[in-house]
Every structure is written in structure tokens, then in C-alpha cells.
């Protein structure tokens, strides 16, 4: 009874050992977070909308082509299969590191002929040749006394979490890459109609200068600057469709395809402007991957303190052995012929030069650089939506006096052409209403497009968008 109260209190101490864990008790690092964000407004509102799913948030633009380049993206991008196939391995890792908690089996067969040395040492009798056959299996099992492998399996499970929100951070970044590059595309479409339609009117203004020149009630000035207009049209035009030529190389590229096969038709169908949803900033660290990412490489980080601390403790392996073996023949699997083999090993350091702990000093050292780089994350992620909402509000106001200031000038250069006829005028002044015209314009044209992008942006750092 002794000896089985003695059993029972080693097998007791065993796994009361092997339940510890010598890793630091973990909560994600302090960051400071705001009650709410400052820079609010009319195209960014506050909507209590934390429980809502991320969805294909690129819809808000209501472009059908769009829509269909987002889901080619999605397919054939190669920087995304990049990723997939890095959380793949995450995820691989992390099964492996898993397969450390559960004993290892395995099998082994041996059929061989072999001949013993004559001068073999400690060599009594026997015969020189025979063979060997043999049938068995072994088992080895660490105990964990130390929550070494525990640690190991935490530290792999957190790093394939920190690769899955890695693909969610690539997803995303793709999908906002495309929609600026789209937006930008559709913006040069629209100053291409503009340049298109100024090159037609400053011709029109030009054949109308030449036959004034020509009856005596232009001069050759005026001539020379109506050309000087036409031309410099031109030109622009011809810049905008390389700059067009350019970003549809671009999106060919995003969507998995070669820029020489691919093309984009122009279109005259106008964007709506969208009005992002914004939430608590509480809401955001669960939202963006690349938050996610860098809590979840902290707490890798800090299961690895367990895994380096453990190592300055012993280690407890259960191997063991059995089967069957003999010398030849057919009769192998008798009981004569059995073998097997169990017992504990106990291994642990002497002396090795401080490496042990310097590991675990290491592994502290990482934490803190994880902890860290988690803040940066969060501080810059913040950073991020507040400098989206200002420029998002701010435009929307820019917006308002810039077709002001379209209108207006529209005006001007109506009453600039009408005071020239009249001979009130000269061209001068009608070269300088047109270009301020078409400063305004493209102005006009140019900020709907950072508009559009301000929208994407504010949704790239809010980490998607709510449907």
C-alpha cells in the first residue's frame, strides 16, 4: 500500500508539473484610446454600427465595372496569392507545433543479411553470417512539465492569426489600391472630355479670329495668341491620355492581367459621392487587420518568454520500444521471438555558458519590440481615420466654392467672347477669361476625384466598411 500511495503521489506531482506554464500572464499592451474621434462632419458621420459585418464596401460607388475588377482582383492578383499562401504556411506551422502535445508512434521493418567481423570487439562465438529480421514499433513522449510545448503550439497559433489578419491587411490594401487607381483612371476620362471639348472651342475661337485677321479687325497678335491656346490644348490632351495609359497599366496589373491585353473604355457616367460611416474608436482595434496582426505577434512574442524560460529546466521523455525479432526464418511473430523496451529520461543543462539565459533575455527583449511596434500600429492607425475625416469634410466644403468659382468663370469668358465681337475687348481678355476657365474646371474635375479617394482612404483606415 506503500509503494502504491508513493506511485500515485509521483503520478500526481507529474501532472501537477505538467499543468504550469512558466510564459507571463498575458494582456495586449496599454494604448491610449479616445472616447470618439474630433474630426466628424457631414460626409463623415457617427453610427453606432459595431455589430455590423464588412462587406464589399467598394459598392458605395454603385460602378458595375468597378465591381467586376474588384472580383477579378480577387482571383488573379499575385501579391494576394502571396499571402494566401504565407497563412497557408502560418497555418501548417501551427499544426505542426500542435502535434508536439500528443505522443509520437512509429513503425519500423528490417530484413537484412550481415556478417560480424572476425575481429569484432567482445566478439564470443557465434556465428559470422546470419540475418535479421525484425518488426516493431517505438513511442516517444515528452511530459510537459514546464509548458514548453504549450507555449510552442500558443506562440505558432498566434503567429497564423497574425498571418490570417496579414491576408485580410493585403485583401484590403488591394481592394483600395484598385478603387483609387479606378478613381484616378475615371477622374483622367473626365479631364479628357474637358481638354476634348477646349480643343473644339479654341479651335472654333481660332477659325473665328483668322476671319476677323483677315478682314482687318483682328491683329496678327490676337492671331498668334488664339493659336497659342489651341495648342497648348493640345498638348494637355495629349499628356492626360499617357497619364490615362498609365493607370490602366496599373489596374492591369492589380487584376492579374498583362497591361498589353487589357483595356478600360472611357465612360461619361458621373460617381456619387459616398458618405462614410464612422464608429467608436474602440471599434477600430477590432477592425483593422493590421492591428490584429500586431496583437497577435505580441502574444506570440510573449509565449515564447515560456518557451525560453523552460529550457532552463529539465526535460521528461517517455520513449519505448516493442515487436518482434529474430535471426531468420519464417516464424517471426512468436512470443519467443518478442522485444520491448520502456522508461523515463530525464535531461537537463550543467553548464552552458549562459546561453539558456540569454535566450530567455532575448525573448523578454522581443516582447518589448512587439509591445512597441503594437502601439505604433494603433497611435498611427488613429492617426490615420482623423487625417481621412479632415480631408474628407474639409473637401466636401472645397467643393462647393470650386464650382463657384467654375460658374463663375464660365461667365467670364460668355462675356469676354461677346465684348471681343463688340470690339469692347481684346483678345487678351479673352484668352485670359478661357484660361482661367479651364484652370477651373480641371480644378473642379480634380477635386471630385480626391473626393472619391478621400472616401476609399477613410475606408482603408477604418479597416473596411459597413454594409
Known amino acids: 500500500m506503500v509503494r502504491l500511495a508513493g506511485s500515485l503521489g509521483s503520478t500526481a506531482m507529474v501532472l501537477a508539473l505538467a499543468a504550469c506554464s512558466l510564459a507571463p500572464a498575458y494582456a495586449p499592451p496599454a494604448t491610449p484610446i479616445a472616447a470618439a474621434f474630433r474630426e466628424q462632419g457631414p460626409w463623415t458621420p457617427a453610427q453606432p454600427a459595431d455589430a455590423q459585418p464588412r462587406g464589399q464596401w467598394w459598392a458605395m460607388f454603385s460602378d458595375p465595372v468597378l465591381d467586376e475588377l474588384e472580383a477579378r482582383a480577387e482571383k488573379a492578383n499575385p501579391t494576394l496569392a502571396e499571402a494566401v499562401a504565407a497563412y497557408d504556411q502560418a497555418r501548417a506551422l501551427a499544426a505542426q507545433a500542435r502535434a508536439g502535445l500528443v505522443p509520437e508512434i512509429d513503425g519500423a521493418a528490417i530484413s537484412s543479411r550481415q556478417r560480424r567481423s572476425d575481429n569484432a570487439p567482445l ?36 503567429r497564423a492569426q497574425a498571418s490570417e489578419a496579414d491576408l485580410r491587411s493585403a485583401r484590403l490594401s488591394l481592394q483600395a489600391d484598385l478603387a483609387d487607381d479606378y478613381l484616378t483612371l475615371r477622374g ?47 498638348a494637355q490632351l495629349t499628356d492626360t491620355g499617357a497619364q490615362r495609359a498609365l493607370m490602366e497599366h496599373a489596374i492591369a496589373a492589380l487584376v492579374g492581367e498583362s497591361a498589353s491585353n487589357f483595356r478600360l473604355a472611357a465612360t461619361e457616367r458621373a460617381m456619387p459621392q459616398p458618405v462614410v460611416a464612422v464608429s467608436a474608436p474602440s471599434t477600430l482595434m477590432q477592425r483593422r487587420p493590421d492591428i490584429a496582426a500586431s496583437e497577435r505577434r505580441a502574444a506570440a512574442a510573449n509565449a515564447d518568454i515560456g ?42 543543462a550543467i553548464f552552458d555558458g549562459g ?33 481621412q475625416m479632415a480631408l474628407a469634410n474639409r473637401l466636401a466644403v472645397e467643393a462647393k466654392d470650386q464650382e463657384e468659382a467654375v460658374t463663375a468663370a464660365r461667365r467670364s469668358v460668355n462675356l469676354a467672347n461677346i465684348r471681343y465681337r463688340q470690339g469692347a475687348a481684346t483678345y487678351l481678355d479673352v484668352v485670359t477669361a478661357q484660361t482661367a476657365a479651364l484652370s477651373a474646371e480641371q480644378a473642379a474635375i480634380q477635386l471630385t476625384t480626391r473626393r472619391l479617394q478621400a472616401s476609399v482612404d477613410l475606408t482603408r483606415a477604418l479597416g473596411g466598411s459597413w454594409t
Not at 520500444?321 to 512468436?334: E, M, V
Open 307 to 348: 518557451v525560453a524560460r523552460a529550457a532552463l529546466f529539465p526535460s521528461l521523455t517517455i520513449d519505448g520500444s516493442a515487436g518482434w525479432q529474430t535471426a531468420g526464418g519464417i516464424n517471426l511473430l512468436q512470443a519467443p521471438n518478442t522485444f520491448w523496451m520502456i522508461g523515463p529520461e530525464l535531461v537537463g
Open 123 to 158: 566478439r564470443v562465438g557465434g556465428p559470422n553470417g546470419y540475418d535479421l529480421d525484425q518488426v516493431g514499433a517505438s513511442v516517444s513522449y515528452e511530459i510537459d512539465l514546464w509548458g514548453r510545448l504549450r507555449n510552442l503550439a500558443r506562440g505558432a497559433g498566434a
Open 188 to 234: 483622367l476620362d473626365s479631364q479628357v472630355r474637358l481638354l476634348e471639348a477646349t480643343v473644339e472651342a479654341y479651335g472654333r475661337a481660332l477659325e473665328l479670329t483668322k476671319v476677323l485677321h483677315d478682314g482687318g479687325d483682328a491683329s496678327g497678335l490676337d492671331l498668334a495668341r488664339a493659336q497659342t491656346q489651341l495648342s497648348t490644348a493640345k
Open 355 to 387: 546561453r539558456r539565459a540569454a535566450g530567455v533575455r532575448a525573448s523578454r527583449a522581443q516582447f518589448d519590440q512587439a509591445s512597441a511596434s503594437y502601439r505604433g500600429v494603433v497611435l498611427n492607425a488613429f492617426r490615420e481615420v482623423e487625417d
